[in-house]
């Protein structure tokens, strides 16, 4: 460790959407310091430059709102933007708001540890700095540590294997190549039909199938982006009023109130809406009742029976024992069609589990398959991966790694009690992924910063939150979840898609709105749930 460490006020950690904004915001104020793993800024939007890697929100609501030039000048080319634009923008604002200076790239945070005689946090990266900050801001990301199942094998495999996450810059050879995808979820079903157009042949491994509904990208019109422009302000200000996104229609029926030809009518102008996620909202009940629920399925069912001609192959890609929903909706450009081609097949590694990789490909547990290259489209370690890998140490030696080793507590999903000065976006127990992610994100940057500046202003040198207040924000969550069928799946929501990940439900779904009104009353309540001193 070096001996004479650098000051700053603030370290925030990561350079995605939310640290980009974090720095902007704070800089100007307080000495600040960014520390990225990656060698580029843009976060989720810098690691999956995967094929197909696309944005499931349409990008004139997926963008930043705090400048008002940016959002006029900025043209997106398409409805739901690819990785490349989106990584393009992410430097432009780099650029543009002059933040490069106070980026450390390819320097993870490994370790942070809180001095409580002192305030301040020590933080150690991977290049050896060594830095001294009163206060953390954790932009760390809740989709950012991969899911890496340690198959046997792996070593022995003569081909090439990628993670979705980890995809090389450069275009990858597939001509000629059989190539495997394991996982089909979001990034699978985005990734898998442009494998299959690249490669000699394309194995599918699914374990769970997924819901998917058309994504309605195309070429953004002028009239939309010039309507956008126009009403920029209010429709910023609506977002905020929802999840972060108001182009999607909210059903005002219950499907119990519909004749089945009214449901099917709603359900139909839903699938062709070109709005994504409109399924989940096209009754009033579709996330809280699971026989209306049960309605929207068996409607995407009938799709994917109409869309793939092999009967067989069909019913193995309906999804059958979870709500719609309960696992994120995933948007596709063409997934199903593709099994259609000549060079796709689909297997079931759920009745046949992987067991291993060989020198030649994968065995399940009743066959092999020979593969040149294998795909990892197996997700991530979601919401609190991405801190309890760094030794996080609060007061009194207390491991963020130990307190969280039954499942996260937050007060917010903003401070975790034991941890002063550190506050987390989209945290464990936040809207997370459920609110529209750089939207949120700039809201609670916001938030901090507000909470920095009356520390400061009132002359406070530590902030903490309790374990009363993270029982209190627990059961909000709680409460919340039960009137939902989210928690009716495995999901990367629950933790249910990591072998022995333990804890509940991590995310709040009572709404966005709500989040916000709740988590601002706290502090115009004279910082209710929190300690300062
Ligand atoms: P997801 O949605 O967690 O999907 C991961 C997929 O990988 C899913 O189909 C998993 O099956 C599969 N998986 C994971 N581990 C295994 C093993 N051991 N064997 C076979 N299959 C496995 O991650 P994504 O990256 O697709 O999407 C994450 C988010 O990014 C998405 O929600 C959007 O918000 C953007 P499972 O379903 O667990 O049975």
């Known amino acids: 460790m070096a001996e004479n460490p650098e000051e700053f006020d603030i370290v925030v950690i990561g350079a995605g959407f939310s640290g980009l904004y974090a720095l902007h915001r704070l800089r100007k104020d307080y000495k600040t310091i960014c520390f990225e793993a990656g060698d580029g800024v843009g976060g989720t939007w810098y690691w999956n430059r995967y094929p197909g890697a696309r944005v499931d929100i349409q990008s004139v609501e997926y963008s930043y709102g705090f400048d008002e030039e940016l959002q006029q000048e900025w ?17 432009h604002v780099a650029d543009r708001f002059e933040l490069r200076d106070n980026i450390r790239l390819s320097n993870a945070v490994e370790s942070l540890r809180f001095d409580k005689e ?27 540590a991969p899911n890496m199942p340690d198959w046997p094998g792996r070593e022995k495999f003569r081909g090439e294997i990628y993670h979705t996450t980890q995809w090389p810059r450069e275009p990858i050879d597939l001509r000629n190549k059989r190539v495997g995808i394991i996982g089909t979820g979001s990034t699978g079903i985005q990734a898998a039909p442009l494998l299959a157009e690249k490669s000699k042949q394309l194995t599918v491994f699914q ?19 010039r309507n956008w422009k126009e009403n920029y302000g209010e429709r910023r200000d609506k977002m905020l009023d929802t999840y972060g996104v ?18 099917h009518a709603i359900l139909e102008e839903g ?26 399925c068996e409607f995407v069912r009938s799709k994917i029976r109409e869309i793939v001609d092999d009967p067989a192959t069909a019913e193995l890609l309906c999804p059958t024992d979870y709500p719609i929903g309960a696992k994120r909706l995933c948007i596709d450009n063409g997934y199903f069609s593709m099994f259609n081609r000549d060079n ?50 609060g007061v009194d030696g207390l491991k963020l790694r130990d307190k969280w080793s039954e499942g996260p507590t937050s007060y917010f999903g903003f401070m975790v009690a034991g941890f002063p000065n550190l ?46 207040a993270e029982q209190s924000w627990a059961d909000e969550v709680n409460i919340a979840a039960s009137h939902t069928i989210f928690g009716q799946a495995n999901s990367w929501y629950n933790g249910k898609n990591i072998e022995g990940k333990k804890g509940g439900f991590m995310i709040y779904v009572g709404g966005f709105p709500r989040y916000r009104e709740l988590s601002e009353n706290a502090l115009n309540n004279n910082y209710k749930g929190f300690v300062r001193s």
């Not at 108001?246 to 449901?263: N, V």
């Not at 709005?275 to 309605?295: H, K």
């Not at 297997?347 to 593969?371: H, M, R």
């Not at 809207?431 to 002359?459: C, F, S």
């Open 246 to 263: 108001s182009l999607i229609e909210y059903g005002t029926k219950s499907a119990h109130e519909c004749t089945p030809e009214e449901q």
């Open 344 to 393: 796709v097949s689909l297997v079931d590694v759920k009745a046949a589990p992987i067991t291993e990789l060989t020198e030649t490909g994968l065995k399940t547990t009743d066959a092999s398959y020979d593969l040149d290259v294998i795909v990892m489209a197996t997700g991530f370690d979601a919401v609190t991966g991405a801190l309890t890998r760094i030794e996080v140490e």
């Open 118 to 144: 002192t305030n301040r946090w020590h933080v150690q990266s991977e290049n050896g700095d060594y830095v001294l900050c009163k206060y953390i801001i954790a932009a760390t990301g809740s989709l950012s």
């Open 423 to 468: 506050f987390m976006i989209h945290g464990p127990l936040t809207p997370a992924a459920l609110a529209q992610m750089i939207t949120a994100g700039e809201w609670q940057v916001d938030y901090a910063a507000r909470v920095i500046d009356d520390m400061e202003k009132d002359n406070y040198s530590c902030i903490d939150t309790t374990e009363e």
């Open 75 to 91: 043209k997106w080319p398409e409805y739901f933007s690819a990785q490349p634009e989106l990584e393009e923008y992410a430097n």
């Open 207 to 225: 374990r769970t199938p997924a819901f998917s509904m058309p994504s309605g990208n195309r070429p953004t019109d002028e009239e939309h982006e």
């Open 271 to 296: 699938w062709t809406s070109k709005s994504a996620f409109q399924m989940m909202v096209a009754f009033t009940d579709v996330m809280t009742d699971r026989a209306a629920n049960e309605v929207v």
